[in-house]
């Protein structure tokens, strides 16, 4: 009886508040088939409320907006559950271990707020708590005392890195390309710094031999057990010299002369030089060439991992690793860095363009080129650097540049899209709107339409800088990996066993381009905390993996949408887009909309510190989009514009 009295009491009192589909907020509505257009009656008070108050604009601080009761006062997004007594703030898991990171803030006590959820499981995923003072301190893993000794180790030579990319050069002149006919500084000797040099044609031989090498290798399954029988440091050098000895094999299959001296005395250490040499050709490949070595380089930089620990070195003899030759490193040798402070390089290295040119401006952009090639060829030879040399280091500055236009262009087209279709404070169409509520539609996020435009926003410009910058990210990538003094453990992170490794050039280098990204918008929404060496993203190489992949999701959404208006030729395709949409913008605007919401909505993991809004979070949430849109109404229009997924050929 008293349920039932309960029961009609809510039906009475909302049925004065249909929501806006019309529907009444009852107990029989919730439980029918349409729940979904259901929204609870104070909801709609509270976003106006919200409305009024950031009237202001996404990109402007109000010092007398406070923080929302409850929420973390970093990220602002999240129930805080933990309450520093120094800074008198509150904050959540993942934002007060980024803010406490480091410094004076590192010994802070926090106390967790009573009533917030607690996580249980912090040890079983490899997240060690660094934010209850004395207590957790005492009961930290070694692991994680390890990778903070790491990080304090080398802060003096990261603070020069860093320092390096926040000033001169690195932040203003690197920025932006210099264009043609102006005069480009030192924007080529900076960049040319971490672009390496393409392979030569008897280098891609030796590439191939290494390739087939490590396909028929099983050193990961041998060496990432957890196993009997020999100890780690033998089965290390054991499958090292298997791998040396199956190259020498397939290399006497090649060259017959070459080979029999690689064989004269089975001599690994006299050798050593051939195969640093090889190793050298994978890592240089794959750094120009994302998308390729997929299987195999995981097994290479693990070996040559392996290899760097004083141990194994002493077993083998020699080292594996050699450093990375670069367009810099080639010219600095002979004394020819003049070429890249030449003001003809921006002529000879530029990528020449097809799209909406006649035939004859594509000539004649080409014809300058290979003038420019020739004379800068002649002009910087020298004894020992001929004229193939000096092109080849000009070839290689085109690639950074096709790379560039692959990788990063993406990000500055979706940008495009974003402020050419939606307003940044208010929605021009309430079903075009981009706010998000957690709970809703798979969302674990609630952001207005002008937090989320400023959410998503943020995000690309943030992915747009790491691209930017992915080659030198790449060359902290394997001095972390391939460093003597950070070890690595064997650790079961959720998916599988994985190796756990601090990497502090690239988490610093990460720090300074988030810096960089959070000048260019102005302010910042969400959480600050990156991921790295702990259950989410163990290592540098799963960091650069993530990263590279982002490509994978934007240009393909970048070419389906540049396709769609061409589909209104064909009087049926034009038909069922008005039929369905109402017009070919409408289409274009309801999938930018449901990307910008759903595609960064905090979805994607299980709780909030895997995901969320934290920054490696954000393109968690990218690739659950992706997953989901076959399910999408509009996913038959990708297909007709030729879209047949996001790990394809575009």
């Keep these: 009886m008293v349920g039932n009295a309960l029961s009609n009491n809510v039906t009475t009192e909302n049925d004065a508040k249909p929501t806006e589909s019309g529907a009444t907020f009852s107990l029989e509505n919730i439980l029918s088939d349409r729940h979904d257009t259901l929204e609870h009656p104070g909801l709609k008070q509270r976003e106006s409320d919200a409305a009024t108050t950031a009237a202001e604009g996404w990109d402007e601080e109000s010092a007398d907006r406070p923080t929302a009761e409850g929420l973390c006062v970093e990220c602002e997004d999240q129930p805080a559950q933990f309450s520093c ?19 004076t803030r590192k010994k802070h006590t926090g106390t967790p707020i009573s009533g917030s959820p607690k996580r249980a499981d912090r040890a079983r995923n490899g997240v060690a708590s660094t934010t209850t003072g004395t207590a957790d301190g005492e009961s930290k893993t070694d692991e994680v005392g390890a990778d903070v000794e790491m ?40 960049r040319a710094k971490y672009i390496p040099l393409r392979l030569t044609l008897v280098e891609r031989k030796y590439l191939r031999l290494l390739d087939a090498a490590l396909q028929v290798s099983e050193y990961t399954d041998k060496i990432d057990t957890l196993g009997f029988g020999l100890s780690k440091s ?99 040798r002979h004394g020819a860095l003049d070429l890249l402070r030449d003001d ?30 020739e004379t800068l060829s002649v002009r910087y030879q020298r004894e020992g650097l001929n004229q193939e040399q000096v092109r080849q280091c000009l070839y290689s500055i085109g690639d950074n540049h096709a790379f560039l236009r692959t990788n990063r262009d993406p990000c500055d087209r979706v940008i495009q899209y974003l402020k050419t279709y939606f307003h940044p404070t208010q929605a021009k169409e309430p079903k075009h709107s981009l706010a998000i509520r957690s709970g809703k539609g798979g969302a674990r996020l609630s952001h207005d339409h002008a937090k989320q435009y400023a959410f998503v926003l943020q995000s690309l410009t943030l992915w747009r800088e790491i691209l930017h910058d992915m080659f030198r990210l790449w060359s902290l990538t394997e001095q972390d990996l391939l460093s003597e003094s950070i070890p690595y453990r064997l650790r079961d992170t959720g998916q599988g066993l994985n190796r756990v490794q601090a990497a502090p050039k690239t988490l610093r ?42 490509y994978r999701i934007l240009l393909p959404i970048c070419n389906a949408l540049s396709q769609i208006p061409g589909l209104s030729d064909k009087p049926a395709l034009r038909s069922y887009i008005e039929d369905e949409f109402g017009s070919i913008e409408n289409c274009i605007r309801e999938i930018l909309s449901d990307f910008f919401r759903h595609g960064f909505d905090g979805s994607g993991a299980d709780n909030f510190f895997d995901a969320g809004s934290c920054i490696d979070g954000r393109l968690t949430s990218a690739w659950n989009w992706c997953a989901q849109l076959e399910k999408k109404r509009y996913f038959p229009v990708f297909l007709l514009t030729g879209f047949i997924g996001f790990d394809g050929e575009w």
């Design 509 to 550: 280098m990460m720090h300074t381009i988030l810096q960089r990204a959070q000048q260019s918008v102005g302010s910042w929404v969400g959480s600050s905390a990156i991921h790295m060496g702990d259950h989410n993203v163990p290592n540098a190489l799963m960091f650069i993996d993530k990263y590279s992949q982002i």
């Design 344 to 373: 003809l390089i921006s002529v000879a290295t530029k990528e020449i363009y097809a799209d909406g040119r006649t035939r004859r401006d594509i000539q004649k952009d080409i014809k300058s080129k290979e003038r420019a090639i």
């Design 85 to 103: 007594k120094e800074c008198e703030d509150e904050y959540c898991e993942v934002c007060f271990a980024a803010q406490h990171r480091k410094g």
């Design 234 to 332: 033998k089965r290390i050098v054991h499958q090292i010299r298997e791998l040396c000895a199956i190259l020498s094999g397939l290399m006497l299959s090649a060259d017959y002369k070459l080979g029999q001296e690689l064989f004269t005395d089975r001599d690994f250490q006299r050798n050593a030089e051939f195969y640093q040499q090889i190793f050298e050709f994978g890592r240089r490949h794959k750094i120009m060439n994302p998308d390729k070595m997929r299987t195999t380089y995981g097994k290479l930089i693990y070996l040559l991992q392996d290899s760097q620990s004083s141990e194994v070195k002493d077993m083998l003899n020699f080292s594996c690793v050699k450093p990375i030759k670069t367009v810099y490193s080639v010219l600095e």
């Design 151 to 190: 990080e304090e180790d080398s802060d003096g030579e990261l603070d020069q890195i860093a320092a390096k990319s926040t000033t001169g050069p690195s932040t203003e002149q690197l920025g932006a390309q210099p264009v043609i006919g102006a005069a480009v500084g030192e924007w080529f000797v900076e």
